[in-house]
Structure formats: structure tokens, C-alpha cells
């Protein structure tokens, strides 16, 4: 009878690992050359130490007017009339104060003008108007 030949060493089944590694380099080069080393430009310039700076006290008046014609200043609610006088105050405190009007998109534009009309004749020149969603 004609005998089989069994090998005796179990052959192990092997990954050609080559292709995967020329994959990987390929991408390797691939990310390298696609990546842009560009120096950021601008200005070289030294900034003094921190014991030598001096910051400015933030002297900003805030103004806000709703879309229903409120008017907040320092959060409680403030009448026309009153914006002068308030102001004023405020810019005793700070003398270099900017005022910001922060007004809905939606409230009157009358009203907004007569808050700039205010604080113009409280003195100051100053002023920036935002349109919001207060």
C-alpha cells in the first residue's frame, strides 16, 4: 500500500508583512510632503516685564435697551430721563469712561437714539452701539 507522506514540522501560515510596511511609508512620505511649514508672520517687538505694565482700570458704561423699550444700567432698570444723570455719575467715578449701547434688534430705533442723545449731553464722546439678541 502507498503511504502518505505527513510532514512532521506543522507548517505555520505567515503574513507577508511587506506590502503592509510600503503602505505605511507611502503614507509616512505622503503626510510629510503635504504638510506646510510656513513661519507665522508679523512683528517682532519686546513686551515690557510684568512688574514694569501697568493696567487700566476697565471704565466701561454699559447701556442695554430691550425690545419692549427697557433700559438697564448697572442691572436694574433706569427711566429716559434719567440716563444723564446717571451717566454723569459714572463718569465722575471714571473720567475716561466709553459708553457701549447694547440695544435687541428688535426695540425702536426712537428710543435708541434718544439713549444716545443722553449720554451725548452727559459728555461723552465716546459712545459704540451693538445690535443684539438681549
Keep these: 500500500m502507498a503511504r502518505k507522506k505527513h510532514s512532521s514540522v506543522d507548517e505555520e501560515a505567515q503574513i507577508d508583512m511587506t506590502p503592509m510596511l510600503d503602505i505605511v511609508f507611502i503614507m509616512l512620505i505622503f503626510f510629510?510632503?503635504?504638510?506646510?511649514?510656513?513661519?507665522?508672520?508679523?512683528?517682532?517687538?519686546?513686551?515690557?516685564p510684568a512688574a514694569?505694565?501697568?493696567?487700566?482700570?476697565?471704565?466701561?458704561?454699559?447701556?442695554?435697551?430691550?425690545?419692549?423699550?427697557?433700559?438697564?444700567?448697572?442691572?436694574?432698570?433706569?427711566?429716559?430721563?434719567?440716563?444723564?444723570?446717571?451717566?454723569?455719575r459714572m463718569l465722575a467715578?471714571?473720567?475716561?469712561?466709553?459708553?457701549?449701547?447694547?440695544?435687541?434688534?428688535?426695540?425702536?430705533?426712537?428710543?435708541?437714539?434718544?439713549?444716545?442723545d443722553q449720554v451725548k449731553a452727559a459728555g461723552i464722546d465716546k459712545i459704540a452701539v451693538s445690535a443684539g439678541n438681549d
Design 93 to 116: 467715578e471714571a473720567p475716561e469712561a466709553s459708553v457701549l449701547i447694547q440695544a435687541d434688534k428688535e426695540a425702536q430705533h426712537g428710543i435708541v437714539v434718544k439713549v444716545l
Design 32 to 48: 510629510i510632503v503635504t504638510t506646510s511649514f510656513v513661519k507665522p508672520s508679523g512683528l517682532d517687538y519686546n513686551k515690557p
Design 52 to 88: 514694569q505694565a501697568t493696567k487700566k482700570p476697565s471704565a466701561n458704561i454699559f447701556i442695554g435697551v430691550s425690545k419692549t423699550g427697557v433700559i438697564m444700567m448697572e442691572n436694574r432698570q433706569v427711566d429716559i430721563e434719567r440716563v444723564t444723570a446717571n451717566v454723569e
